[in-house]
């Protein structure tokens, strides 16, 4: 069975700081591009970060150079760095596994962020 676990969403103020980690069992997590989503109500789900098998990173532009993904394939986790962040940051966060035409989804983190 394919899981993949969030963990580290919160509350922070502004300007704040969050690390996401996901940890995932039950696929081959090396072979797969890594990713995270954001959502909020109302709004369709947006791609944020991504890191692929060589660990190439990608990100949405709102979060570059202040948001840093990375992957531990040892330890079948992916994180999210969240700096300096936003009100506009707020969503629930989730992660993400992909290879050709799988795709696996974790249960999503809650992320506020206010004063």
């Known amino acids: 069975q394919v899981r993949l676990v969030e963990s580290g969403g919160g509350l922070v103020q502004p300007g704040g700081s969050l690390r996401l980690s996901c940890e995932g069992s039950?696929?081959?997590?090396?072979?797969?591009?890594l990713n995270w989503y954001r959502q909020t109500p109302g709004k369709q789900r947006e791609q944020v970060a991504s890191v692929d098998v060589d660990g190439n990173t990608k990100y949405e532009d709102s979060v570059k150079g202040r948001f840093t993904i990375s992957r531990n394939n040892g330890k079948t986790t992916v994180s999210l760095q969240m700096n300096n962040l936003k009100p506009e940051d707020t969503a629930v966060y989730f992660c993400n596994a992909a290879f050709n035409r799988l795709t696996y989804w974790g249960q999503g983190t809650q992320v506020t962020v206010s004063s």
């Open positions: 039950g696929i081959l997590f090396r072979g797969f591009t």
